[in-house]
């Protein structure tokens, strides 16, 4: 598997923006698509954003699309997660994750690494 570090969480304004990246170790990077998921507490994990090994699948829920852009450097073994006119609504802990496939999906049983998580919070 896959080591996944989050960092870049923090609270935040209605409106301000924030980038959050993932550091992976211990495997190829580039063999994996990654993904972002959030929860809010007393909530289930739920999707954010994917994107597939070499960046040319990204996919995005509903509700952040237009706001939210991932994007991934494998020279780095980073994946980013960059946040714009955040909304209280987005507070909730951010996870990264890896999936052993090309494309990535929006189901978390499809992703076999997880990192920690980073908190996000946004006052409104």
């Known amino acids: 598997q896959v080591q996944l570090v989050e960092s870049g969480g923090g609270l935040v304004q209605a409106g301000d923006s924030l980038r959050l990246s993932c550091a992976a170790s211990g495997r190829t990077f580039s063999n994996y698509a990654m993904g972002w998921f959030r929860q809010a507490p007393g909530k289930e994990r739920d999707f954010v954003a994917h994107i597939s090994r070499y960046s040319g699948t990204r996919v995005y829920s509903d509700s952040v699309k237009g706001r939210f852009t991932i994007s991934r450097d494998n020279a780095k073994n980073t994946v980013y997660l960059q946040m714009n006119s955040l909304k209280p609504e987005d507070t909730a802990v951010y996870y990264c994750?890896?999936?052993?496939?090309?494309?990535?999906?929006?189901?978390?049983?499809?992703?076999?690494?997880w990192g920690q998580g980073t908190q996000v919070t946004v006052s409104s």
């Open positions: 994750a890896a999936a052993r496939r090309s494309v990535g999906t929006a189901n978390p049983t499809d992703f076999d690494s």
